[in-house]
Nanobody, 132 residues
Framework: QVQVVESGGGLVQAGGSLRLSCTAS????????MGWFRQAPGKEREGVSC????????YQADSVKGRFTISRDNAKNTVYLQMNSLKPDDTAIYYC?????????????????????????WGQGTQVTVSS
């Protein structure tokens, strides 16, 4: 059974930093593109950043370029999202997803529709709140 579990969310002041972690089990981790998504109240889910199996050539949304960094540790089955210079607009539930490399590029995964997308696995999300 595949499990995807996020951690590291919380409350932070504007300008601060947070590091999210996501651990996946029950799958061959290095066969999966990994990605972070977010959904704010009343808004559509947005692909924030997605990373290839080797850790290179990440895709990033324009809204987070220069502030967020995605990385992965295949030995630990874990992907990270380092978030710096946080803004109130970054407030959202952050989700982690795994996409089968045979079906997705980093760009494709970050534009996936959501948990119904084929050959993807999603976590339950972690809340990030940025106060002004």
């Amino acid at each position: 059974q595949v499990q995807v579990v996020e951690s590291g969310g919380g409350l932070v002041q504007a300008g601060g930093s947070l590091r999210l972690s996501c651990t996946a089990s029950g799958l061959t981790f290095d066969n999966y593109i990994m990605g972070w998504f977010r959904q704010a109240p009343g808004k559509e889910r947005e692909g924030v950043s997605c990373i290839s199996r080797s850790g290179g050539t990440p895709y990033q949304a324009d809204s987070v370029k220069g502030r967020f960094t995605i990385s992965r540790d295949n030995a630990k089955n874990t992907v990270y999202l380092q978030m710096n210079s946080l803004k109130p607009d970054d407030t959202a539930i952050y989700y982690c997803a795994a996409g089968d490399f045979q079906y997705y590029t980093t760009f494709d995964l970050c534009h996936a529709t959501g948990p119904s997308a084929k050959r993807t696995y999603w976590g339950q999300g972690t809340q990030v709140t940025v106060s002004s």
